[in-house]
């Protein structure tokens, strides 16, 4: 198969995921030329704020391969991932996206993807949501911890 | 209970956490001054990379109230979140988040999260994960059917 089969697959997908009451999102995860696993937007089908297509189809792929990392894999997913996907992405460590539609492209039909991009680069004092930095003498300790571990599984 | 005792737990989470193999991170989502639900890191024993400890528990609490909306919850997580969590809290609509370490605390035990910050505030061009946009004439007609759809739920 080539990118195109995957990309048609992924958009299959997405236009799918409407029809059963889905966001508008498909995606599929593909490793040495096949599909490992593929997904699609299940935010209100699943009451999961989560499930993206792409992090539903990063947890089928890993699980997949018994593994959480999923280097030497591909994504082709129907639109730009959102900052949450996006980093789901990097933690993953697969190592190309292709993607069909842009966050603009999703942010004129209601989504919010591109404030969230917005809100991340922003200082922490004047994002929409407050955070405060509490107790963070004591929560240095698991750090501490973690450091001194001698059998522990790096990801 | 107050602020302090929910912190006070999410840090314990976080250094039982490591104890039993997960990463160091523990968290609570709290709503009407009640814990909702709580969750750690469990990437590496649930070979899940999304499996962050505020992913794990926005799951958590979103299955508790049978709601992907978390509006009017309070996050007390032992570390800033990573961008994919933090994303994550903003499509769950949590109204506060409190932390512990932050960002740099992490990245000093050699975590990605400052890594993966800098890099979504990047072009997409400069990336270190390449992301080459193809087929999007195509991938329109989702988002299209999503724009006419009469009984779509928001999220």
Redesign the interface.
């Known amino acids: 198969m080539k990118?195109?089969d995957f990309?048609?697959r992924a958009?299959e997908l997405?236009?799918n995921?409407?029809?059963i009451?889905g966001?508008?999102?498909?995606c599929v995860i593909v490793k040495n030329n096949n599909i490992i696993a593929e997904g699609s937007n299940e935010?209100?089908l699943s009451?999961?704020?989560?499930a993206h297509a792409e992090?539903v189809t990063?947890?089928k792929a890993?699980?997949s391969i018994?593994?959480?990392?999923?280097e030497g894999s591909e994504m082709y997913t129907?639109?730009?991932p959102?900052?949450?996907?996006?980093?789901?992405?990097?933690?993953?460590?697969?190592?190309?996206?292709?993607?069909?539609?842009?966050r603009l492209?999703?942010a004129?039909?209601?989504f919010?993807d591109n404030?969230?991009?917005n809100?991340?680069?922003k200082d922490?004092s004047i994002r929409?949501?407050?955070?405060?930095?509490?107790?963070?003498d004591?929560?240095?300790?698991?750090?501490l911890?973690?450091?001194q571990?001698v059998d522990?599984?790096?990801?």
Chains 1, 2 share one sequence.
């Open positions: 990118n195109i990309m048609r958009i997405s236009i995921s409407v029809q009451g966001g508008p999102f498909g935010v209100t009451n999961d704020p989560t992090i990063i947890r890993c699980k018994n593994n959480f990392n999923l129907s639109c730009e959102c900052p949450m996907c996006l980093s789901a992405i990097y933690w993953s460590h697969i190592n190309i996206i292709y993607y069909g539609n842009t492209d999703a004129k039909i209601g919010d404030f969230i991009y809100e991340l680069g922490l929409k949501i407050p955070m405060k930095q509490i107790y963070k004591e929560a240095k300790k698991a750090f911890d973690w450091e571990k522990k599984i790096e990801y």
